[in-house]
């Protein structure tokens, strides 16, 4: 994380402690006199104050000291003074002051001193950005990897934790990639720094430029103080940009930038400041289709493609998943408050057998309704929802289906029973692919395949695809 730290002091000592300094993670802001450095705290965000005698804290400094206390990121405050002493420090400090340093020693000393006083402020900025982006970090051997789509992807994923380039991570809904992401990241050399997550979806165009970049006081409407944006948290760890091509096409411009030059530039500001940080970013869409469709950048792509990692979808893996349902027990029954310890072969089956839309996301959602709904220790068929345990439903998928699976099956049936079973088994299909692709909006769903939404709404109920689960 990039440190902003301003300096009111004199110009003798501003020096020496500028010399002393020469990190490229601390940004340095000079101030002339006391009024500036009260009315630069007050109305823009920074980590750190750093002041000589000169910036005495007596009254009324005394009294905008306090003041300044209250704000919800008030800077650390330290006061360098010629000669230290015992009354002083105490006095400064029970103005406010957080710390004070005697000027009156060697170099290395007082270097030692920034430094020790840096990490703690880095400590403070990063804890309060995780306080509001709270996550466990998972590692990579949380993934249940029996089967062999699965080991071969955690194999690679082994490989490139360690590097430093750009991960495009590719999957469908609700296969994790979220969650791999943080793996990896636990896993590679930054780990002891931030990892910052952004939904690129989730925010109006204005709203994400401001999130990823930050910006100025007043540089737009309601921007009354200076924000950090999330390359700066991240700087020396890891950003984590999910629904990459959600991004408007000019912002995907400035990311560009931000990647090839290694700068940012808040919003209403025309000075760059270097990060330092990894660039991740995922998508459930198919990138080279986005960029025929003109909503991804092909040479954005190419600079984030570094290395893709496409996650199998669960309906791939059938085999994790009694393993998958083993974790999700022991790691739900906490949450549930019920002490459910098992799941019957019969359920386990059904399980395997469904198709699974909504990937690992939805796995969790059924266990953990069948702990809330069952009776005593074990899960058992009855407790699950009616499109699993359905022989007739419970193979079929959301956009690229196998229904190999089923093709036997299908043809030793009577052919009325089989030809009305292939029917509804490609409504379903063709239903949930082109849902997927509208992420759920049933009216734009409805006017895509040229029916009526009252119809489609229908055939969602008969088939039990809920819109829900085909929104990120």
């Not at 995780?130 to 071969?152: C, G, I, N, T």
């Not at 953990?368 to 345990?389: F, V």
Request: aromatic share 6%.
């Amino acid at each position: 994380m990039l440190l902003r730290v301003i300096l009111a002091m004199e110009k003798p000592v501003e020096q020496r402690v500028r010399a002393l300094i020469g990190r490229r993670d601390v940004l340095l802001e000079t101030v002339d006199t006391p009024e500036h450095l009260w009315e630069r705290v007050a109305r823009k965000s920074c980590d750190l104050v750093l002041g000589s005698r000169g910036f005495r804290p007596e009254e009324p400094d005394a009294n905008m000291i306090r003041a300044l206390r209250s704000l919800p990121d008030f800077p650390y405050s330290v006061l360098l003074l010629k000669q230290e002493s015992v009354s002083d420090r105490t006095r400064y400090m029970a103005m406010g002051i957080d710390t004070t340093l005697g000027l009156n020693v060697s170099d290395r000393q007082l270097k030692l001193a920034l430094d020790a006083i840096f990490k703690t402020c880095r400590q403070r900025a990063e804890r309060a950005f995780e306080s509001r982006h709270r996550s466990a970090d998972p590692s990579l051997s949380d993934f249940v990897s029996q089967s062999a789509p699965m080991r071969k992807f955690i194999s690679m994923a082994t490989k490139v934790a360690s590097g430093d380039s750009s991960l495009l991570v590719l999957g469908e809904t609700g296969v994790g990639k979220e969650r791999l992401a943080r793996a990896i990241h636990a896993e590679s050399r930054r780990s002891k720094g931030p990892f910052v997550a952004v939904n690129c979806g989730a925010f109006s165009e204005a709203l994400l430029a401001s999130e990823l970049f930050g910006h100025e006081e007043g540089a737009f409407t309601g921007a009354v103080r200076a924000h950090r944006g999330c390359f700066e948290v991240a700087h020396g760890g890891v950003i984590f940009l999910d629904e990459i091509g959600e991004m408007p096409m000019h912002l995907q411009v400035k990311l560009l930038r931000v990647l090839q030059e290694r700068e940012v530039t808040r919003v209403g500001s025309e000075q760059p400041f270097r990060v330092d940080v990894r660039v991740m970013a995922a998508t459930n869409r198919d990138p080279l289709a986005e960029i025929e469709a003109k909503r991804l950048r092909e040479d954005l792509y190419y600079r984030l493609n570094v290395v893709t990692l496409t996650i199998p979808p669960l309906r791939e893996r059938s085999q994790d998943i009694p393993d998958l349902v083993a974790s999700y027990l022991t790691w739900l029954r906490p949450r549930v408050g019920r002490s459910v310890k098992r799941i019957s072969p019969e359920a386990i089956a059904a399980l395997m057998q469904y198709a699974w839309p909504g990937n690992v996301r939805e796995l969790i959602n059924v266990i953990e309704r069948a702990m809330l709904l069952c009776d005593g220790e074990e899960i058992h068929l009855s407790d699950l929802p009616d499109i699993i345990r359905s022989p007739q439903t419970n193979r079929t998928a959301p956009a690229e289906a196998h229904t190999n699976a089923e093709e036997p099956r299908l043809l030793e049936q009577p052919y009325a029973s089989a030809r009305e079973a292939a029917i509804e088994r490609f409504e379903r299909l063709y239903l949930a692919h082109h849902l997927m692709h509208c992420r759920g909006r049933v009216g734009d769903t409805a006017k895509r395949i040229g029916i009526e939404s009252r119809t489609l709404f229908n055939k969602m109920k008969q088939y039990g695809l809920r819109k829900e689960d085909f929104r990120e």
